[in-house]
């Protein structure tokens, strides 16, 4: 009877046509899951037979290649100020390999050395591999995983000291430079006192930036999205990246860089931000630089998770139906890091431990290291216990490209042979862009206080630009003239500028493209109807537990977990949290939109109770049910099970939400508390994204609440520190205009409303969950088809009906799990002359239906607020002005005292303590 009904329901709705997904997805097997194709296997060759011979013929000439490939980069002239002290490089020494320089015999080089140089003598060959790997761009690249990658990077590295620029290219990369030199000098002259983090000393990133646009096009790359930190970072967004100038100086002298009507504070002039369709050789290549914050490394995961939600959007990679497709064909992250801050930020370990997992990888990200040889005022020596600032990129085995940035050629070089690595390997690269600082940390510091020796040659010497320019004319190549006239026109454009920035408009960059429809949320509240047909929820619970016939099912799950939930469905029963987030899912995915869970554990869930992705109990295989919902389906489900990882994870998942606003996205911490290794997320992204910089995100956080003696660290998601960085108002209502929702529901009805809200809405706010724990499989915390049924939605305040309003004399507010142990007690003892409000939505403050409730009320003399939580947590601090200001409710506290620590780690004193509030609460 079921099965006919869910029948017809599939066959009312209409369904837009896609390309269909398998119809069954294993992550075990060649075919993979949604979000996840495993890439195909090739094999690896010895090369030709020539090459084979000539190797074993000279086994110690071999050696010696090994050892330059090992350890040339040790001797390079990578830096420009000339002061790294040569290291000893014995390996180099041709005799520990028995060979002498005086040799005359003449070796073959084909398969050993590969360059124009097909034969010669030792004493030329050593030359040669000397210009090759000791020059002013070298490599590590021995470390790589397979013989193939080091075969391939020592082939394309040798080759690439062959490669050319014409003579057009050496203009423009000029006319480049001299722009962001001629732009520093205008900031300098007209903006003395402000802080703008020059590229002066590093301008030769200018022209690593042009090159990455130039070979993106060639590689048939639609979309570039860099994440960058504050040096050079206003020079590349005037220059390259076309930000109007005439805002930028706006924003200089103190004035909102936002378009007028919009409801934001903004953002230091660093933290700027742009996104733009460039010409790129007559082909149009779109490219997006992300908002950063202070906090340094924090966009690195950001610009991943970006990068990954555009490739969703585009179906690139691991969402697209074409088995030939490959992750990052349509589109590449380009980071840009501090030498000090890539070394000592835990996040970029974090990132690269990411970086090739399961829907997480996005086929590679181009990262660039700004080295100043100096952080504040440390020097690398100080900063790090490594070699070079760029070792930890080598945890996966990338490649590492080292580059005197006095060259700007050979920074172009590196630029092509990193692009080729990625498009290749599809794997992470980096480029240590080894430069100086012409001043301090900004423009106002004096760094000769602690490198005194290091700015006495830095302030002696010629910029990157002019250095350039003078060798290009002693080339013989006419340039200087052009790169004047280029300035004389910019300082023209940039003074009209000035005068014009008093009434220039700043455009509207937000709610765009893929957000265009969507607004700011309203400065009041507003109600939305999330509730599904009955008929169409029972299928959806069905198809969640549905699975092939040829799949073998653990058999406790069968029993519990599968038969069980259709048992329930079949025979009316209520549902537990479970299978209510299954329905919201499979709604939601029925509707077209796209669902991303993430976090440690999540596929099973860190309770064993969402099994969203079965294992075949025989083969490993798994199989996500919900994606096979029907046929021709448009929304499905990426479960993303997470390395134990919170910031950067988190910073993944902030980053694919503000890329589109059709797929919900789900970070689920395994306890509560973990949350906190990512503070800096929530902090300077979740909580003020839009504050600042106008970036909508419907970011939802799960995190496990609730007091059952678990101890310190798993008890609470210290709710209260989300609630301090809300921006409610004690003396004024709220509207859905907060900056971030903060919820702690008790019915699973509730759940299942909050997140279809997420979708339904024409606005997007994070939403902040204190979930269950215990209630998972509460008996009470239940909840019936009708709670879900058409005309339902979420409830901020759920109203006492056990009780007889006229009876009541004391009135309780709570939140969570909490009430279920108050309504035992009052069950327990009869103590119903007292009412259990349950304060679902503490922000936005529900002022009003709260009155609504207190009016119910006639006879009441005593208002309590009673929480698990200790004084100095949980909501007791927020609530309690509001309802004395608000509400006009003066409440009475009962909970457990103050404490350092957020739970005892003693049973029978949390037994105690949960004893002593339950009685306190109905006492009067």
């Not at 084909?110 to 097909?118: A, F, L, P, Q, R």
């Not at 430079?177 to 903006?191: H, I, T, V, Y």
């Not at 931000?273 to 997006?288: E, T, W």
């Not at 408009?505 to 507003?526: C, D, E, I, M, N």
Request: some cysteine; overall charge negative; charged content about 20%.
């Amino acid at each position: 009877m079921l099965s006919c009904v869910l029948k017809q329901v599939v066959r009312q709705r209409p369904c837009r046509h896609l390309p269909a997904m398998p119809a069954v997805a294993f992550y075990h097997s060649d075919n993979g899951v949604y979000g996840y194709r495993p890439a195909a296997w090739t094999e690896q060759t010895s090369g030709a037979r020539a090459v084979t011979e000539n190797r074993i013929c000279y086994p110690s000439l071999m050696q010696l290649v090994t050892a330059y490939r090992e350890h040339g980069h040790k001797k390079a002239k990578i830096d420009p100020l000339g002061r790294q002290k040569p290291r000893p490089t014995p390996e180099l020494d041709p005799a520990m390999y028995g060979i002498s320089l005086t040799d005359n015999k003449v070796f073959e080089l084909e398969g050993i050395v590969n360059s124009t140089m097909k034969s010669g003598n030792m004493e030329d060959i050593v030359s040669h591999l000397e210009s090759l790997y000791c020059d002013q761009m070298s490599a590590e690249f021995m470390h790589l995983t397979t013989m193939e990658e080091r075969e391939w990077f020592a082939e394309k590295f040798e080759e690439s000291r062959t490669w050319t620029l014409s003579d057009d290219e050496k203009k423009s990369l000029a006319l480049t430079l001299a722009e962001s030199q001629a732009f520093d000098n205008f900031l300098a002259a007209k903006f003395g006192t402000i802080k703008r983090y020059s590229g002066e000393g590093a301008e030769s990133m200018m022209g690593f930036f042009q090159e990455v646009f130039k070979q993106a096009v060639q590689d048939n790359l639609e979309e570039v999205h860099i994440g960058m930190p504050h040096r050079a970072r206003l020079n590349l967004l005037t220059g390259l990246l076309k930000y109007p100038a005439t805002l930028m100086f706006k924003k200089m002298k103190g004035l909102p860089e936002f378009p007028q009507g919009a409801v934001c504070s903004g953002d230091v002039l660093s933290h700027l931000y742009n996104s733009v369709d460039l010409d790129v050789n007559g082909r149009q290549l779109h490219v997006s630089m992300i908002p950063n914050p202070s906090h340094l490394e924090a966009c690195t995961s950001v610009l991943s998770g970006k990068v990954r939600g555009r490739q969703q959007s585009l179906k690139d990679g691991d969402y697209c139906t074409d088995v030939s497709a490959r992750v990052g064909d349509k589109v590449l992250g380009v980071q840009v890091h501090g030498d000090a801050s890539f070394t000592a930020q835990g996040i970029i370990q974090e990132n690269f431990a990411i970086a090739e997992v399961p829907h997480f990888n996005i086929g590679g990200t181009l990262h660039l290291i700004v080295n100043n040889q100096l952080g504040f005022t440390t020097p690398g020596e100080r900063g790090r216990s490594s070699l070079y600032c760029s070792d930890i990129g080598k945890m996966n085995g990338n490649p590492v490209i080292h580059v005197n940035g006095d060259n700007p050629e050979e920074v172009v070089r590196a630029c092509r042979l990193a692009m080729e690595y990625r498009q290749h390997f599809r794997k992470d690269v980096l480029v240590d862009l080894q430069c100086w600082r012409k001043w301090g940390h900004n423009e106002i510091d004096d760094p000769s206080f602690t490198n005194p020796s290091m700015y006495s040659i830095i302030n002696n010497r010629t910029s990157v630009p002019d250095l350039y320019v003078q060798k290009l004319t002693d080339d013989g190549l006419t340039i200087k003239e052009e790169v004047n006239d280029k300035v004389t026109t910019l300082q023209v454009d940039w003074n009209e500028g000035l005068k014009t920035l008093e009434t220039y408009q700043a455009y509207h960059y937000h709610l765009r493209r893929r957000w265009k429809g969507f607004v700011q949320a309203p400065s009041h509240v507003t109600a939305w109807e999330t509730g599904v047909q009955s008929d169409l929820l029972r299928y959806i619970g069905a198809k969640s537990v549905e699975i092939p016939s040829d799949f073998v099912p653990h058999p406790h799950l069968k029993k519990t977990f599968l038969q069980s939930r259709l048992r329930k469905l079949e025979e009316g029963k209520p549902l537990d949290w479970a299978t209510a987030e299954a329905m919201a899912f499979g709604s939601l995915l029925y509707e077209g939109f796209n669902v991303r869970i993430c976090g440690q554990d999540v596929g099973r869930g860190t309770f064993s109770q969402r099994h969203a992705m079965l294992i075949d109990n025989q083969t490993d295989a798994m199989y996500i049910p919900l994606n096979n919902i029907m046929p021709q389906q448009t929304g499905f489900y990426e479960v993303a099970n997470s390395p134990l990882s919170e910031e950067a994870v988190l910073g993944f998942e902030y980053g694919m939400s503000i890329e589109n606003p059709n797929n919900l996205i789900i970070w689920e911490a395994q306890f509560g508390d973990f949350y906190n290794g990512a503070q800096i997320i929530i902090d300077t992204f979740v909580t003020s994204g839009e504050v600042k910089w106008l970036l909508q995100s419907g970011l939802v956080m799960l995190l496990p609440h609730g007091y059952d003696g678990a101890g310190p660290e798993h008890s609470s998601c210290h709710i209260e520190r989300f609630l301090q960085l809300c921006d409610s108002k004690e003396h004024d209502i709220d509207g859905d205009d907060v900056n971030t929702q903060i919820v702690h529901p008790t019915t699973p009805a509730q759940y299942f409303h909050l997140l279809r809200r997420q979708m339904v809405r024409n606005y997007r706010k994070p939403l902040i969950v204190a979930g269950p724990k215990v209630m998972l499989r509460l008996p009470a915390a239940v909840s019936n088809l009708a709670d879900m049924g058409p005309g339902t939605s979420f409830q901020p305040v759920l109203p006492d009906s056990a009780v007889d309003p006229n009876r009541v004399d004391r009135v309780v507010f709570c939140c969570g799990k909490h009430y279920y142990a108050l309504a035992k007690e009052r069950e327990d003892k009869q103590l119903f002359n007292t009412a259990l409000i349950r304060v679902e939505e503490l922000c936005p403050f529900p002022t009003a239906l709260l009155q609504e409730q207190l009016n119910k009320y006639p006879n009441a003399k005593a208002y309590v607020w009673s929480q698990e939580e200790h004084t100095n947590m949980g909501p007791w601090f927020f609530v309690n002005p509001r309802f004395n200001n608000l509400v006009g409710c003066k409440l009475s506290y009962v909970g457990r005292g103050p404490l350092g620590t957020a739970a005892a780690g003693v049973g029978q004193v949390h037994q105690q303590e949960a004893k002593q509030v339950l009685q306190q609460t109905f006492q009067g």
